[in-house]
């Protein structure tokens, strides 16, 4: 089993950086491929940024590419999403997630894939 605590949230101002971080318990985090989604107010959750657990394959969403970064440490047992130029419609909940049973190279595009999650962490952009 794997329990995620997503950090790093908080209040910014358009154009602004953050990175969230996510830390997970348990020896085989290596092998999970790790998710970012996000759920905006009144919508439903999307994936945003997504990375196989070898770190050899890596998905961003249209709405957040060449913004956002997703990355991987497994030493650390963490994945992050570093976020540049963020803008006031980035405001959401912000989720990682874990699935396991992929290949080294395998990503999960799908909320089904995805077996644990962590409890979300907000992310407010100002105008």
């Known amino acids: 089993q794997v329990q995620l605590k997503e950090s790093g949230g908080g209040l910014v101002q358009a154009g602004d950086s953050l990175r969230l971080a996510c830390a997970a318990s348990?020896?085989?985090?290596?092998?999970?491929?790790m998710g970012w989604f996000r759920q905006a107010p009144g919508k439903e959750r999307e994936l945003i940024a997504a990375?196989?657990?070898?770190?050899?394959?890596?998905y961003h969403s249209d709405s957040v590419k060449g913004r956002f970064t997703i990355s991987r440490d497994n030493a650390k047992n963490t994945v992050y999403l570093q976020m540049h130029s963020l803008k006031p419609e980035d405001t959401a909940v912000y989720y990682c997630?874990?699935?396991?049973?992929?290949?080294?190279?395998?990503?999960?595009?799908?909320?089904?894939?995805?077996?644990?999650w962590g409890q979300g962490t907000q992310v407010t952009v100002s105008s």
């Open positions: 997630a874990a699935a396991s049973g992929l290949t080294a190279i395998g990503i999960a595009t799908t909320e089904n894939e995805y077996d644990y």
């Open positions: 990375i196989a657990w070898s770190g050899g394959s890596i």
């Open positions: 348990g020896r085989t985090f290596s092998r999970y491929a």
